[in-house]
T-cell receptor
Framework: RKEVEQDPGPFNVPEGATVAFNCTYS??????FFWYRQDCRKEPKLLMS???SGNEDGRFTAQLNRASQYISLLIRDSKLSDSATYLC?????????????FGSGTRLSIRP | EPEVTQTPSHQVTQMGQEVILRCVPI?????FYWYRQILGQKVEFLVS????????KSEIFDDQFSVERPDGSNFTLKIRSTKLEDSAMYFC????????????FGNGTRLTVT
């Protein structure tokens, strides 16, 4: 099983649609979780951290299910500027400089 | 807002040559990382660094690779004898030592080995 697994997509949705991405991780002891977005040939940029109780930032909602080892990202009212690759990121051990693991990413394309 | 800076933005080198990629992490961060991304592929962990020593490294990070923090600000990745397959984007990242803080990335160095 991959350490962090995502559906590669691409997701191609119309502007204004709601889209959801999922991610699973293999290490049940993992401690912190993030969603990053990456534009073509650019560095990953933090979109949001994912908290146990779920959290929202504007049109973006992240959820964590520790029992199922599953993270999700929901984008509401999608904009053309949301077109990017979304990376699920897992930190197994927050108290050290251990490997932080990236999923392969899910490509999202918003059409007018 | 403080940021991670990387130089150069693009490096072209011939196979077998040594390259040094440079990074200046955010000044109060304690944990430093190098990742690479081959075009069209995923972001891959290379190495992490804390307290002037390597914390963890991947199987990619073989004897051809080394990292150094030569002074209080720079963090470098050296590839001793480059191969064609080392062509990739190399990203430096840092994070504070507090809890589950996220990684902050530099803009990357595009390495092309010919």
């Amino acid at each position: 099983r991959k350490e962090v697994e995502q559906d590669p997509g691409p997701f191609n949705v119309p502007e204004g649609a709601t889209v959801a991405f999922n991610c699973t991780y293999s290490n049940s002891a993992s401690q912190s979780f993030f969603w990053y977005r990456q534009d073509c040939r650019k560095e990953p940029k933090l979109l949001m951290s994912v908290y146990s109780s779920g959290n929202e930032d504007g049109r973006f909602t992240a959820q964590l299910n520790r029992a199922s080892q599953y993270i999700s990202l929901l984008i509401r009212d999608s904009k053309l500027s949301d077109s990017a690759t979304y990376l699920c990121v897992v930190n197994p051990r927050i108290s050290s400089a251990s490997k932080i693991i990236f999923g392969s990413g899910t490509r999202l394309s918003i059409r007018p | 807002e403080p940021e991670v800076t990387q130089t150069p933005s693009h490096q072209v080198t011939q196979m077998g040559q040594e390259v040094i990629l440079r990074c200046v992490p955010i000044s109060n961060h304690l944990y430093f990382y190098w990742y690479r991304q081959i075009l069209g592929q995923k972001v891959e962990f290379l190495v992490s660094f804390y307290n002037n020593e390597i914390s963890e490294k991947s199987e990619i990070f073989d004897d051809q690779f080394s990292v150094e923090r030569p002074d209080g600000s720079n963090f470098t990745l050296k590839i001793r004898s480059t191969k064609l397959e080392d062509s990739a984007m190399y990203f430096c990242a840092s994070r504070p030592g507090t809890g589950g803080s996220p990684l902050h990335f530099g803009n990357g160095t595009r390495l092309t080995v010919t």
